[in-house]
């Protein structure tokens, strides 16, 4: 018997298919672990990019139904770390429903302790199987940090969080997207240099890390 997020994932993927009466005879299994892989979750969430980027979205279930489902578990199949950016939700350039995705949002999508604690619980608790940090072009974060990251309040703790990396191109484009690119690569790295749990859950090849950039042009995300 499938576990709900495979139902999830199942009706994510499938452009025409309708998984509404699979849902309902599914709906005890919503406590069960997840027996979606990481790989397939990343398998799912690049289709679902693509179904959002060529505009043949998953007809997902009907709200209600699935509300009533989701009221008695989640099991989410991808965690997103991603910028608060109102232009980049995870729902839906991943072309997804609810209750498929767990998703922290910050700006810069840095990692800091409160971060890492959501990401935990979901990857410990909800056996959520892929973590993916998720940047993005223009960077409003990366762009503040470029230009020397000293702002006054908790906007200045937030800057020193992104990571520019080194040896940045001098054109000023070239070197806004290699800084938003290393941003994410490097706080992929550091979900598991600065997570036990998660480093144990992804030696042990239960969690997969991974990160991307999203154009806010052309809605593809390039997988890093
Ligand atoms: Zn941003």
Redo the contacts with the bound molecule.
């Keep these: 018997m499938k576990s709900l997020p495979s139902i999830l994932v199942l009706a994510a993927t499938l452009t025409l298919a309708s998984c509404s009466s699979t849902l309902t005879s599914q709906s005890e299994d919503a406590h069960a672990p997840t027996s979606v892989s990481p790989a397939e979750a990343l398998a799912s969430l690049k289709a679902g990019n693509e179904r959002y980027v060529s505009e043949h979205h998953a007809r997902h279930d009907n709200p209600s139904h699935l509300r009533a489902v989701l009221a008695k578990g989640q099991q989410p199949f991808a965690v997103v770390l991603g ?1 608060s ?1 109102s232009r980049t939700a995870p729902e839906i350039i991943f072309d997804q429903q609810l209750g498929s995705l767990f998703v922290c949002r910050v ?2 999508n840095v990692t800091d302790p409160v971060v890492l604690g959501s990401i935990e619980y979901a990857v410990e608790h909800l056996h959520s199987p892929l973590i993916v940090v998720l940047g ?1 072009s223009k ?3 990366v762009t503040a940090a470029l230009a020397g990251g000293h702002a006054e309040g908790n906007i200045g703790c937030l800057l020193h969080e992104v990571h520019l990396g080194k040896n940045l191109p001098a054109d000023k484009d070239a070197k806004l997207d290699t800084a938003i690119a290393s941003n994410a690569t490097h706080h992929e790295r550091m979900l598991t240099s600065r997570s036990p749990v998660i480093r144990n859950l992804v030696s042990e090849g239960k969690v997969r890390v991974a990160s991307g950039v999203y154009s806010l042009d052309s809605g593809k995300v390039a997988w890093q």
Excluded: Q, R
């Design positions: 910028c950016d700006a810069g993005h960077c409003g974060a």
